[in-house]
């Protein structure tokens, strides 16, 4: 097997040859064709055994490698079987003539005028990422297309510990690359099945041999009159017996638990499947029942944890619906869901249980084109946004219902026309109404007459919008244009047709009006700024249409959906997708935001409606103690779920919470905190930052203690308290900004105890070591280009190591030391997260994920988790025992400057610039987790058909 395959074409092979001796002076095996040999089957299957039989697939582009047919071949034989791709440029090529595979990768450019040591230790970086997944990517890649060549031999299948490292790895292999491939999968189950055939059998011996000595067990008690030897005899088969039994006894358990083990790994594998394709109903109700054995896998605990608190469907309204649910409406509380279908039922619900509280049933059937048709159907609902007991109905008349007593108050009948459009004004003095015909009819809400009546489209009206100050109301209709009107007047201000032919199926304006949304039949939608209808962007690349879209009350969101039956989430701002749900069996026609954003409501084609969390399902709730605009730069937990924070420039006050609520503030420092810590009896807290003060506070009686200037310095980076909270660590940048202080501080007199200066250098981030003998700090070397560095100095000597090794090539900002003393993990300007064993001070692992900053760093109690927090907004727990991400917190707005595990582990806290304070659950016991799944999630059955392919007991 070789480390890498390189394709290229003929007119590179001089690059070629230079690349493959920088390899082999690196110990790196290349499978490269150096010869000009016929084209024949068998040359062509040498190729494939190479391409299959390396870990990593390196394409040389160049002009001629995009237009060789050999060089397409052999990429599309690497895609097809997974394997990593590399691609280097050497020449400039077209772009649009680059395979859709290599455009997605990142590329390595080493062309004539590149610089090619830099270029190639990315390379090797590259190449060695993920390596011993890789290799046993190839390994199992090259046993299963032997397997599979031989008509899947039996004789070729794994057994053992093979078997076992097999099925661990299919469970890891979960959002890595190269994934692992089909035939990967059916070798390593077919394995699993052999193993449990073979078990079965074995035990059928062992219970044969044992039924036989206990028959001669029972011939020998029959003869308790014979001679001693023989009574000697049948005690000795007696014991043999229970010997016998005992080993078929316990073979068979660990047979059974082995399957268990092996069935239960297999469901994990699938949800992780499920959950990179967005299909969180699937994905937990597998990694639920991989976790139905009693102690099941570290990997299946993992997934079910991941599963539970990804986004997803939260409640599911369904079972009173026969036909399509055509509308939805949620109450101005949030807490009642009106649904409506198209067979004229209306449903009401309690929208954070999922519980029916009422149902009616509309009926006003007649005959069209030979069909029944109920010309009741409910297409349109809306809540009045001032009294909530009342909600408006469109069908074939417009219906006032009262929700609280569940009856109709008024009705306004307008024959032959069917309502397909409804909207209140922000004030619910008015509703207007698009119908069928084309009309537009706009009512006082108080006295039930038109303000607005006019035809005015050639083609129903299926959606109506007001503008956020009630100016202005925006009508889409079937006839592919789009209107805008003066309320007031009733004039029209302008019409235009956003594509040609095309239905417009909903509309939405922005929170400040600048802006009008515009959902399309067919291919997606475009936003038009408002005063000159000018088209200011648009999302076109689903290939569908639109047939619903919502802006979440804070502006930030953008939820639509599609005709494919997704359900997606965009950030208004970049208009980026976050997230894409899946579960519905059907394209969804509405879709509503709660009031407070973080719920999604959706109504389907397939008869039910589904709330969805908007951010992950871990977050309880923000809160939020500081001023408009300020940060919360730092969080420290205490042992009664209290809190307390700092904040940033525009409010720098420490605080005390309880309960979520501010109980204590503390105010003194007249720039941002960027440093806090806690005494370790919970009585004192230390906090600094960029007015170079260290201040100590009172957390009982909410008195400064003390303020220490730190001399020289203009930035205190970091502070922490010793075990006996006596002495106080702190690291500060100096005045001039081109070195760092390192000072430890006897709290009691206020005094330096200890201080070593680091020239040329920014220290963001300090801590103790394990006994307290030595101070390990992490920053910026500026004699290095501002390249990260970690060190360690001895506060008796005052002799400074580099002993970690210089792994980060960016700006080091934090550090964290596990409860347990035996790792410590440091994070970065350009996302990488570093794990190291603290007595070898070797790099342990790499944890690639963030796309930003990584600002702080914590590991949970019991050392098994770490959480980071970074510039990306999101903060992410990674499982340290199989070294990958479990949980993603996704919901703050702006950076996530610190995330900290609760000091009894079950939940954390964030820190954001956002301003506000996050506060998520983090257990991972599964039984904790299935009961807080019954409680906060939809967990839907497996069919049959699922049942079947994952080995669940079948349906009956």
């Known amino acids: 097997m070789a480390d890498v395959f390189i394709s290229y074409a003929r007119e590179d092979q001089a690059f070629v040859r230079q690349l493959h001796e920088a390899l082999a002076q690196r110990n790196r095996e290349t499978w490269v064709d150096w010869q000009d040999i016929?084209?024949?089957?068998?040359?062509?299957?040498?190729?494939?055994?190479?391409?299959?039989?390396?870990?990593s697939f390196v394409f040389i582009i160049s002009p001629d490698s995009i237009a060789s047919e050999v060089c397409r071949d052999e990429l599309e034989h690497a895609i097809a079987h997974n394997k990593r791709l590399i691609p280097i440029v050497r020449r400039e090529a077209a772009s649009q003539r680059v395979h859709e595979a290599l455009a997605s990768h990142n590329w390595l450019f080493m062309r004539s005028d590149d610089d090619f040591d830099g270029?190639?230790?990315?390379?090797?970086s590259a190449l060695d990422t993920d390596l011993n997944h890789v290799r046993q990517h190839t390994r199992l890649l090259v046993r299963a297309r032997e397997w599979e060549g031989r008509g899947r031999d039996t004789s070729l299948i794994l057994r053992g510990a093979d078997l076992q490292a097999a099925e661990s790895w299919l469970v890891a292999s979960a959002g890595k690359v190269p994934e692992p491939t089909a035939l990967q999968q059916a070798y390593i189950f077919a394995s699993r099945r052999a193993a449990t055939a073979r078990t079965r059998m074995l035990l059928a011996g062992v219970t044969l041999a044992a039924a036989v000595a206990l028959v001669l067990a029972v011939i020998a008690?029959?003869?308790?009159?014979?001679?001693?030897?023989?009574?000697?005899?049948?005690?000795?088969?007696?014991t043999a017996v229970a010997q016998q039994a005992a080993t078929a006894v316990a073979?068979?358990?660990?047979?059974?638990?082995?399957?268990?083990e092996a069935r239960s790994l297999a469901l994990a594998f699938g949800a992780r499947q499920a959950l990179g394709a967005n299909n969180s109903d699937l994905a937990l109700a597998l990694a639920s029942a991989a976790n139905e054995i009693t102690d099941p896998p570290a990997q299946a605990r993992a997934t079910l944890a991941q599963s539970a608190y990804a986004r997803g469907a939260r409640r599911l309204f369904g079972g009173v619906h026969q036909d399509w649910v055509n509308a939805i409406a949620l109450d101005p509380s949030g807490t009642r869901l009106l649904t409506g279908s198209v067979d004229g039922s209306l449903a009401l619900w309690d929208a954070d249980s999922g519980a029916l509280m009422e149902q009616e049933q509309?009926?006003?059937?007649?005959?069209?084109?030979?069909?029944?048709?109920?010309?009741?159907a409910i297409n349109a609902l809306a809540f009045d946004p001032h009294d909530p007991t009342i909600a408006a109905i469109g069908s074939n008349t417009l219906i006032f219902w009262d929700v609280e007593h569940w009856r109709e108050r008024r009705r306004i009948d307008l024959p032959g026309t069917l309502t397909q459009s409804l909207a209140y004004s922000s004030d619910g003095?008015?509703?207007?109404?698009?119908?069928?015909?084309?009309?537009?009819?706009?009512?006082?809400?108080?006295?039930?007459?038109?303000?607005?009546?006019?035809?005015?489209?050639?083609d129903s009206i299926d959606t109506v919008a007001f503008s956020p100050d009630d100016a202005l109301l925006a009508t889409g209709a079937r006839d592919a244009a789009v209107s805008l009107w003066d309320v007031a007047t009733g004039q029209q201000i302008d019409s235009w047709t956003p594509a040609s032919g095309e239905p417009v199926e909903a509309l939405a304006f922005t929170l400040d009006g600048s802006q009008l949304l515009v959902g399309l039949n067919e291919s997606g939608m475009r936003a038009y700024a408002v005063d000159t209808r000018d088209e200011a962007w648009r999302i076109d690349d689903l290939n569908q249409g639109v047939p619903a879209l919502a802006i979440s009350p804070d502006g930030r969101w953008l939820g639509f959906t599609a005709y494919d039956s997704g359900v997606t989430v965009t950030d208004m701002a970049t208009r980026k997708t976050r997230f894409s749900y899946v579960g519905h069996g059907a394209r969804s026609e509405s879709v509503v935001f709660s009031p407070d954003g973080r719920l999604l409501y959706t109504g389907s084609l397939d008869s039910t409606a589904r709330s969805w969390q908007v951010f992950s399902g871990a977050l309880e709730r923000f809160v939020r103690g500081y001023a408009p605009g300020a940060s919360v730069s730092k969080v420290v937990p205490l042992a009664n779920g209290a809190f307390v924070t700092a904040g940033g420039e525009a409010d720098p006050r420490v605080l005390l919470w309880h309960d979520g609520e501010v109980v204590r503030e503390f105010s003194g420092h007249t720039d941002s905190i960027a440093a806090l810590a806690v005494s370790p009896d919970e009585q004192t807290a230390l906090s600094g930052g960029f007015d170079a003060t260290l201040r100590q506070w009172n957390l009982t009686t909410g008195e400064l203690i003390r303020t220490i200037p730190v001399e020289n310095a203009s930035i205190i980076t970091s502070v922490s308290y010793t075990a006996d909270g006596t002495r106080a660590l702190v690291t500060a940048v100096d005045a001039a900004q081109t070195g760092s202080q390192i000072l430890v501080y006897h709290l009691a007199s206020g005094k330096v105890a200890f201080q070593h200066t680091v020239d040329l250098a920014v220290v963001a981030a300090g801590l103790f070591n394990t006994d307290e003998r030595a101070v390990i700090y992490a920053g910026a070397d500026l004699s290095r280009a501002g390249q990260g560095f970690i060190a360690e100095v001895n506060l008796e000597s005052g002799e400074v190591q580099e002993r970690f090794a210089n792994v980060h090539e960016h700006t080091i900002y934090t550090l964290a030391l596990s409860p347990d003393g035996r790792r410590m993990a440091s994070g970065a300007e350009d996302g990488l997260i570093v794990v190291w064993e603290m007595e070898s001070a070797q790099e342990t692992r790499r944890l690639i994920g963030h796309s930003d900053l990584v600002r702080g760093l914590s590991f949970s109690p019991d050392s098994q988790q770490l959480i980071s927090a970074s510039y990306d907004d999101t903060a992410r727990i990674w499982d340290m025992g199989n070294w990958e991400e479990l949980v993603r917190l996704e919901g703050h707005s702006d950076d996530v400057i610190q995330a900290?595990?609760?000091?009894?582990g079950s939940g954390v806290l964030t820190a954001s610039r956002d301003g506000s304070v996050g506060l998520w659950r983090a257990s991972f016991d599964p039984a904790a987790v299935q009961r807080w799944i019954a409680d906060e999630r939809y967990l839907r059955e497996l069919t049959c058909a699922e049942r079947v392919q994952y080995g669940v007991e079948p349906c009956s």
């Open 900 to 904: 900290i595990f609760a000091l009894d």
């Open 119 to 124: 270029a190639f230790d990315s390379l090797i």
């Open 251 to 260: 073979a068979e358990g660990l047979a059974v638990r082995r399957a268990d």
């Open 362 to 376: 509309f009926s006003d059937f007649a005959e069209a084109q030979g069909m029944r048709v109920n010309l009741a």
């Open 221 to 238: 008690l029959l003869q308790r009159n014979e001679a001693e030897t023989q009574r000697q005899l049948s005690d000795l088969r007696g």
């Open 429 to 458: 003095q008015l509703l207007a109404v698009g119908y069928a015909s084309g009309v537009l009819r706009v009512y006082d809400v108080s006295t039930g007459q038109a303000r607005i009546d006019l035809r005015a489209h050639r």
């Open 38 to 55: 016929p084209l024949t089957a068998q040359w062509w299957q040498e190729i494939q055994r190479g391409i299959e039989a390396a870990d």
